[in-house]
């Protein structure tokens, strides 16, 4: 089992639909990334947050640390958005990435 | 300011083949790192360097991968011999402050091993 597990692994929705994607984690963290991928295989930094909430466009990521649980929301949903959703977690006792398996999302018009 | 930069884009090659991939950092990162996400597997940390010198190597695979970062800049990593299973993505990334910092990633580099 990873340490980091992200649900749904796929996931198809209409345009305008508010999308979550979740991730947990079963390590100690100082702090939890939220990354995109898109089909061109280059990957982007969306957030990263040790606690609390952030939000930039349309794009809103929360974190729970007790329950070591983190959701990345996307409100108004657009094709643009389809994508690869990755989330990985810089553990606390080496501070390495650990990621977890990403999340394909289909947006369609 | 130009973003980290990996080369080839693709690369193919036989078993038993040499391949060195490049990443050029952004700019005044002293920060390097080295990743891969091989077929159905999740993204894998490879290693860190910090400047020109290996502050953690923990990941990489093998002995026949071998990683330099001469003059702290420009980082090659070299396959030697490539096997079928050293096939994906191998994803590039630069930071200025450390572990602490957010890393921004190169394209990648999609190795194939025939």
């Known amino acids: 089992k990873n340490e980091v597990e992200q649900s749904p692994q796929n996931l198809t929705a209409q345009e305008g639909e508010f999308i979550t994607i979740n991730c947990s984690y079963s390590?100690?963290?100082?702090?939890l990334h939220w990354l995109q991928q898109h089909p061109g295989g280059g990957i982007v930094s969306l957030f990263m947050?040790?606690?609390?909430?952030k939000k930039h466009g349309r794009l809103i990521a929360t974190i729970n640390i007790q329950e070591k649980h983190s959701s990345l929301h996307i409100t108004a949903s657009h094709p643009r958005d389809s994508a690869v959703y990755i989330c990985?977690?810089?553990?606390?006792?080496?501070?390495?990435?650990?990621w977890g398996a990403g999340t394909k999302l289909i947006i369609k018009p | 300011e130009a973003g980290v930069t990996q080369f080839p884009s693709h690369s193919v090659i036989e078993k038993g083949q040499t391949v060195t991939l490049r990443c050029d950092p952004i700019?005044?990162?002293?920060?390097l790192y080295w990743y891969r996400r091989v077929m159905g597997k999740e993204i894998k940390f490879l290693l860190h360097?910090?400047?020109?010198?290996?502050?953690?190597e923990s990941g990489m695979p093998n002995n026949r991968f071998l990683a330099e970062r001469t003059g702290g800049t420009y980082s090659t990593l070299k396959v030697q011999p490539a096997e079928l299973e050293d096939s994906g993505v191998y994803f590039c990334?630069?930071?200025?402050?450390?572990?602490?910092?957010?890393?921004?990633f190169g394209p990648g580099t999609r190795l194939t091993v025939t």
């Open positions: 990334a630069s930071s200025q402050d450390g572990w602490r910092g957010e890393q921004y």
């Open positions: 390590v100690g963290i100082s702090a």
């Open positions: 700019s005044g990162h002293d920060n």
């Open positions: 360097f910090v400047k020109e010198s290996k502050q953690d």
């Open positions: 990985a977690v810089r553990a606390d006792s080496n501070y390495q990435l650990i």
């Open positions: 947050l040790s606690s609390g909430k």
